[in-house]
């Protein structure tokens, strides 16, 4: 067979495989999935929540005109099975790289992560695409192409933000001013889809931005009640990192530290701020292609053979849970006969889990709102809560002290017809008691 239809086959093998995942796998829910989710439904027309954003969502928007056609978690699924497929595509034809293809397309992360509903992919596809054209000097204004390609992968997932700068920073250190700039001007050029995308929709070009800036800086002060500094420990399966890039990911002490210095230390920055900030495995996506090309430079082919064999062990075990997975299918079905059984107008759910149970309904109605908003309204206030951070010194004495507060404002609405639904099984909740219980969920009555 000749090289060129050997590599075609196997690129077509990798790519149905990928896509036959997608279809057959029944997870849904991942981190912060709903979000995306819910925003997608509601640009394609199916509005039963108010929605959360606090991410860029222009991946959403991507998504939503194939819901128009085609609205189904399986839609949402092939797409985001469709980007790691193209990662593989910028190894094998364009670094041309067949030892990085092939442990990218048996590396356990890149089937773990294939079908989560996440920015994160078409990031890592961006991501990777612009370090092909900033290493390809051959290609006629390539620094260009490469500057826009990273902006634009801030555009669609703003914590790139982090690895872009680590990318500037690394390989412009020695660099002259004139050089610098046209790159990071190239950079804004990628990232303006962003702007103009949050001024048509909130009229404020650089929302997504207040709104992440401030839920890290939350975070950052030890403020938001969910998430909390070290992720590392409330993700265990972070461990997992060194086996699931590939299990002979070890073998990279191999490499030589002053011919790969800057993707060496790329990594490592980059990497351990993922470990420290994130605690996740889906943001090692964004890093993984370029940890295996480097990993291809010392693997010898009987090594890519057994590390295969490892791998493909692994992404059988990871097919088989998401494949066997039950738990969502029950949730749909538990949401669906609900609505059934109670008609109901508007469904509360628990505090941040209104987007989750938005997922299951494909209708407008009932709509979904949070008990805390639920509750916020019925004693109308007109936020349902707010931040306060105090600037207070300890070394001297001032007239006065600067105070920042943030409002999360809501507006009043009647409620009739509802009910609140909940994972927890409890005589009552917040003066809701128990009626039913089914497989998921229980529904709670006034």
């Known amino acids: 067979m000749e090289e060129k239809h050997k590599k075609i086959l196997q690129f077509s093998i990798f790519s149905v495989l990928i896509i036959a995942f997608a279809v057959f796998s029944r997870k849904i829910g991942f981190h912060d999935v709903g979000e995306y989710i819910s925003f997608a439904k509601s640009l394609a027309g199916i509005n039963n929540v108010d929605l959360f954003v606090g991410h860029p969502m222009l991946y959403p928007w991507f998504i939503s005109l194939f819901l128009k056609l085609f609205p189904s978690f399986l839609t949402i699924r092939i797409i985001n099975s469709l980007w790691v497929i193209l990662i593989a595509f910028v190894l094998y034809y364009l670094f041309k790289d067949k030892k990085a293809f092939i442990i990218f397309a048996l590396s356990p992360l890149t089937w773990h992560t294939s079908i989560q509903t996440t920015p994160i992919l078409p990031a890592a596809f961006l991501f990777t695409l612009s370090f092909y054209f900033f290493k390809n000097s051959k290609i006629k204004h390539n620094l260009l192409f490469s500057g826009i390609l990273l902006g634009l992968s801030c555009a669609v997932y703003t914590p790139m933000f982090i690895p872009a700068f680590f990318f500037t920073l690394i390989y412009f250190w020695n660099k002259q001013l004139k050089e610098i700039i046209p790159f990071a001007i190239s950079m804004l050029i990628g990232f303006l889809p962003s702007i103009i995308f949050d001024y048509y929709l909130f009229g404020n070009p650089i929302y997504s931005l207040i709104r992440y800036a401030s839920t890290n800086l939350l975070i950052t002060l030890n403020m938001n009640s969910t998430i909390t500094q070290g992720m590392i420990l409330s993700h265990p399966e972070i461990f997992l990192l060194i086996i699931f890039i590939s299990p002979l990911l070890f073998r990279l002490h191999r490499l030589k530290f002053k011919e790969n210095r800057n993707e060496i230390i790329l990594l490592l920055t980059v990497g351990a701020f993922y470990l420290l900030r994130g605690g996740m495995l889906k943001y090692f996506i964004i890093l993984s292609p370029l940890a295996i090309i480097l990993l291809s430079k010392v693997l010898s082919d009987e090594e890519i053979k057994i590390g295969s064999i490892i791998s493909a062990g692994i992404i059988i075990i990871i097919a088989f849970q998401f494949i066997s ?26 505090p941040y889990n209104s987007v989750a149970i938005s997922t299951y309904i494909w209708k407008n109605e009932p709509k979904v709102t949070e008990l805390e908003i639920f509750n916020a309204t019925l004693s109308g206030k007109d936020n349902f809560k707010q931040y306060s951070f105090l600037l207070q010194p300890t070394k001297i004495n001032l007239r006065d002290n600067i105070e920042f507060t943030a409002k999360f404002k809501i507006e009043n609405k009647t409620y009739e017809n509802y009910i609140l639904v909940s994972k927890e099984n409890k005589e009552s909740i917040d003066g809701f008691k128990l009626d039913k219980c089914y497989s998921t969920f229980c529904v709670y009555k006034d």
Do not use: R, W
């Open 325 to 350: 997975y039950s738990g969502d299918v029950k949730a749909q079905e538990d949401m669906n006969q609900i609505i059934v059984d109670y008609n109901p107008t508007l469904i509360i759910s628990d």
